[in-house]
């Protein structure tokens, strides 16, 4: 995708300039692909230096506006902004987590007028390239990821919700994680329902079985770090194979149940290294079928707006909303 115009262009090079210095001048940009929420460039300065930019601006961001995005009481608002960011960042690097090293925030408009962040260019392949192209190779870095989603697992917070909030001394919407999902997931449901004939034809089945699935959750105190929507594609590899975990800025104290639902979800048959000993089923359950139905509503929501690719996304929305409705029977 092209540079949408050139102040953006503009932003990048005085940015880019200033984060790595020593004479050096903007030779090109590249949008990556994948985000949704923030613009992602890579950008290449005259001495073959690189590095990776984030903006956060609402002309970057393909999601339809909805009420309560900028409400960060809750847990799923959409994770948007340099503040998230930092907070993320910092939270993970704490722990141990390899996230890429920020080279330069801008909040103030001392390049442009959208918060930026300049980032360390991670130019490994993703975990999902690596999969995709060799499992034996990518068994080790499985096994680094399983170390830091330990550490992610090890810290407990005195609440839940997104890491910038609680670490400031705020709280969250709700009266425990059980409560913020199931609420979201009729929300869910309701959106979806209002787009699919399928899913407003089995929506009271669903609805029944979201209420059962919370029912049998036990109380608990204790909220982990998760990242929210861990897929491979969310994580790099740099070239020592080590994991470099990426859009951080939805990292919030959670059940970890939340993390391994995503997890399963997306890495199938090669999530089993990555499994510890003693989630709670119940979670897990209730957290299936709510992560179901926020990938079908999600996707559906997204391509009312003009996301580019359609069809992928599209795919994901069909291919979740049968296995929610295959959840319900």
Same mark, same amino acid.
């Given at each position: *995708?092209?540079?949408?115009?050139?102040?953006?262009?503009?932003?990048?090079?005085?940015?880019?300039?200033?984060?790595?210095?020593?004479?050096?001048?903007?030779?090109?940009?590249?949008?990556?692909?994948? /985000?949704?929420?923030?613009?992602?460039?890579?950008?290449?300065?005259?001495?073959?230096?690189?590095?990776?930019?984030?903006?956060?601006?609402?002309?970057?961001?393909?999601?339809?506006?909805?009420?309560?995005?900028? @409400?960060?009481? @809750?847990?799923?608002?959409?994770?948007?902004?340099?503040?998230?960011?930092?907070?993320?960042?910092?939270?993970?690097?704490?722990?141990?987590?390899?996230?890429?090293?920020?080279?330069?925030?801008?909040?103030? /408009?001392?390049?442009?007028?959208? @918060?930026?962040?300049?980032?360390?260019?991670?130019?490994?392949?993703?975990?999902?390239?690596?999969?995709?192209?060799?499992?034996?190779?990518?068994?080790?870095?499985?096994?680094?990821? /399983?170390?830091?989603?330990?550490? *992610?697992?090890?810290?407990?917070?005195?609440?839940? /919700?997104?890491?910038? !909030?609680?670490?400031?001394?705020?709280?969250?919407?709700? +009266?425990?994680?059980?409560?913020?999902?199931?609420?979201?997931? +009729?929300?869910?449901?309701?959106?979806?329902?209002?787009?699919?004939?399928?899913?407003?034809?089995?929506?009271?089945?669903?609805?029944?079985?979201?209420?059962?699935?919370?029912?049998?959750?036990?109380?608990?105190?204790?909220?982990? !770090?998760?990242?929210?929507?861990?897929?491979?594609?969310?994580?790099?590899?740099?070239?020592?194979?080590?994991?470099?975990?990426?859009?951080?800025?939805?990292? *919030?104290?959670?059940?970890?149940?939340?993390?391994?639902?995503?997890?399963?979800?997306?890495?199938?048959?090669?999530?089993?290294?990555?499994?510890?000993?003693?989630?709670?089923?119940? +979670?897990?359950?209730?957290?299936?079928?709510?992560?179901?139905?926020?990938?079908?509503?999600?996707?559906? +929501?997204?391509?009312?707006?003009?996301?580019?690719?359609?069809?992928? *996304?599209?795919?994901?929305?069909?291919?979740?909303?049968?296995?929610?409705? @295959?959840?319900?029977?």
């Amino acid at each position: *995708m092209a540079i949408e115009t050139e102040a953006v262009r503009a932003q990048l090079a005085s940015a880019g300039q200033a984060a790595l210095g020593g004479g050096r001048r903007l030779a090109a940009v590249r949008r990556l692909a994948g /985000g949704s929420k923030k613009g992602v460039y890579r950008l290449l300065m005259d001495d073959a230096t690189t590095a990776v930019a984030y903006r956060w601006d609402r002309s970057e961001n393909y999601w339809p506006a909805a009420e309560g995005d900028d @409400d960060l009481a @809750d847990p799923f608002s959409p994770g948007l902004g340099l503040d998230l960011f930092e907070a993320a960042h910092a939270r993970l690097t704490g722990l141990g987590v390899r996230v890429p090293a920020i080279r330069l925030v801008d909040r103030e /408009g001392a390049h442009g007028p959208a @918060d930026l962040a300049v980032v360390e260019d991670v130019r490994g392949e993703s975990l999902e390239d690596l999969l995709a192209r060799d499992r034996r190779a990518a068994a080790p870095v499985l096994a680094r990821l /399983g170390e830091a989603l330990e550490a *992610m697992r090890g810290h407990r917070a005195p609440g839940y /919700g997104k890491v910038a !909030v609680v670490d400031e001394g705020g709280r969250s919407h709700g +009266r425990s994680c059980e409560e913020v999902v199931l609420t979201r997931a +009729r929300r869910d449901l309701a959106e979806a329902a209002a787009r699919d004939p399928r899913v407003a034809q089995a929506r009271d089945q669903l609805a029944a079985r979201l209420s059962a699935l919370a029912e049998a959750v036990r109380p608990r105190a204790e909220h982990a !770090v998760v990242h929210g929507e861990l897929g491979p594609d969310h994580v790099l590899v740099d070239p020592a194979g080590q994991p470099v975990v990426i859009d951080i800025e939805g990292t *919030m104290y959670f059940d970890v149940e939340w993390e391994h639902v995503f997890l399963r979800i997306r890495l199938h048959e090669d999530y089993r290294p990555l499994e510890p000993a003693g989630l709670d089923e119940h +979670r897990l359950a209730l957290y299936l079928l709510a992560q179901r139905l926020s990938l079908t509503a999600g996707p559906l +929501r997204l391509l009312d707006g003009d996301f580019p690719d359609r069809a992928a *996304m599209a795919a994901i929305a069909e291919y979740n909303l049968n296995r929610a409705l @295959d959840l319900a029977r």
